[in-house]
């Protein structure tokens, strides 16, 4: 059995543009791409932690040092410039695999410079200056 695991994922990333009259996709610093090992057109969630969306697309590479994180098309419509986002990728694994697998975590700063890359981290020992409720 193939299981969908949570791959590796950019935490609490700004989005700096939107642009709707693109085709689709959100633009994303190379730096913040190969720290999170995310390919050029691999399909991606963005879970808007400010407006509560979610909605999934393909990843482009952005300039490297940029920090950008531009959500292109239809989705623009729900991504505004400033919202904090996480982008997320998931991967097939066979069982055993699974049971193994660690995600990846790239945690940013308010301009999408990468901060730490570490396993993903449970919600109760989440260092505090990544706790929205500030504990």
């Known amino acids: 059995m ?3 695991m949570m791959y590796s994922k950019i935490h609490r990333a700004t989005v700096t543009h939107a642009d709707l009259h693109y085709e689709g996709s959100v633009t994303i610093d190379t730096d ?13 969630c963005i879970w808007n932690v400010t407006q509560g969306t979610r909605l999934e697309t393909y990843a482009i590479p952005g300039p490297s040092g940029s920090g950008v994180i531009c959500v292109n098309g239809a989705a623009a419509h729900l991504n505004d410039p400033g919202d904090i986002v ?3 990728t998931y991967v097939q694994m066979d069982g055993e695999e699974a049971r193994n ?3 990846k975590c ?4 308010e301009n999408n410079k990468i901060v730490s890359t570490e396993p ?13 409720t500030g504990s």
């Open 2 to 4: 193939r299981r969908k």
């Open 101 to 103: 697998h660690v995600g």
């Open 32 to 44: 913040l791409l190969e720290a999170a090992d995310i390919l050029p057109y691999e399909w991606i």
């Open 120 to 132: 993903e981290t449970p919600g109760p020992k989440m260092p505090a200056k990544y706790d929205a």
């Open 106 to 109: 790239v945690r940013v700063d």
């Open 86 to 88: 996480i982008l997320c």
